[in-house]
């Protein structure tokens, strides 16, 4: 039997493949040379202006001294029974009061800036800044409740431990963090050095 002429066989479009979204540095390596230069700085841009203006807002400011608090309270009372009045954990005849100084306000914007000011995946950065900010917050949040527990024994003991310990502690604590962080993430580019001299090599490309 004859097909008719008009009859054409009909070809089925090929599947679209999926496409995943490509970081920066590997969409760069994808275009051409002068809009790959386009796009780094443009990131690199992007990621100092995120910093300054979280820093310039001291956005950390509107949660983390509440979050900090409530978290400090619900630990304090898994011990000893405690009340809390805004900012005030009372507990054991004794009452603290968790300011700024105690959140630490200071080390999760060094962390960040560490953070944003290395070249790395975007995945990679929001695991890194999540497991960096929440490892803090939890040594924090002991920190807090283990110097109330101290109060109870000894006030010079307290102030001792306080405020000549913590401010030196705070900041070992930040580069451990810092270091585990390139460790566990593989990390390999140096906070502001990696785009200092990416910025050299390319004002040198272009003399």
Same mark, same amino acid.
């Given at each position: 039997?004859?097909?008719?002429?008009?009859?054409?066989?009909?070809?089925?479009?090929?599947?679209?493949?999926?496409?995943?979204?490509?970081?920066?540095?590997?969409?760069?390596?994808?275009?051409?040379?002068?809009?790959?230069?386009?796009?780094?700085?443009?990131?690199?841009?992007?990621?100092? *202006? /995120?910093?300054?203006?979280?820093?310039?807002?001291?956005? $950390?400011? =509107?949660? %983390?001294? @509440?979050?900090?608090?409530?978290?400090?309270?619900?630990?304090?009372?898994?011990?000893?029974?405690?009340?809390i009045?805004?900012?005030?954990?009372?507990?054991?005849?004794?009452?603290?009061?968790?300011?700024?100084?105690?959140?630490?306000?200071?080390?999760?914007?060094?962390?960040?800036?560490?953070?944003?000011?290395?070249?790395?995946?975007?995945?990679?950065?929001?695991?890194?800044?999540?497991?960096?900010f929440?490892l *803090? /917050?939890?040594?924090?949040?002991?920190?807090?409740?283990? $110097?109330s =527990?101290? %109060?109870? @024994?000894?006030?010079?003991?307290?102030?001792?431990?306080?405020?000549?310990?913590?401010?030196?502690?705070?900041?070992?604590?930040?580069?451990?963090?810092?270091?585990?962080?390139?460790?566990?993430?593989?990390?390999?580019?140096?906070?502001?050095?990696?785009?200092?001299?990416?910025?050299?090599?390319?004002?040198?490309?272009?003399?």
């Amino acid at each position: 039997m004859l097909k008719p002429k008009h009859i054409r066989r009909i070809k089925h479009p090929r599947p679209i493949k999926h496409i995943k979204p490509l970081e920066p540095f590997k969409l760069a390596k994808s275009i051409k040379p002068k809009k790959a230069e386009d796009i780094l700085l443009f990131f690199i841009f992007l990621r100092y *202006f /995120f910093v300054s203006l979280l820093v310039v807002t001291n956005l $950390f400011s =509107f949660f %983390l001294p @509440l979050l900090t608090t409530k978290a400090s309270f619900y630990l304090i009372n898994l011990i000893s029974p405690a009340e809390i009045y805004e900012n005030i954990i009372s507990f054991q005849s004794h009452s603290i009061a968790i300011i700024p100084a105690c959140v630490a306000l200071s080390a999760y914007y060094l962390l960040l800036i560490l953070n944003l000011a290395t070249p790395m995946p975007l995945k990679t950065r929001i695991f890194a800044l999540a497991y960096s900010f929440i490892l *803090f /917050f939890i040594i924090n949040i002991i920190r807090i409740s283990f $110097f109330s =527990f101290v %109060l109870t @024994l000894s006030q010079n003991i307290f102030n001792t431990l306080h405020f000549a310990i913590w401010f030196a502690f705070s900041s070992l604590i930040v580069v451990l963090i810092w270091f585990s962080e390139v460790s566990i993430f593989k990390i390999k580019g140096i906070p502001g050095y990696s785009d200092i001299k990416f910025l050299l090599k390319l004002i040198r490309g272009k003399r």
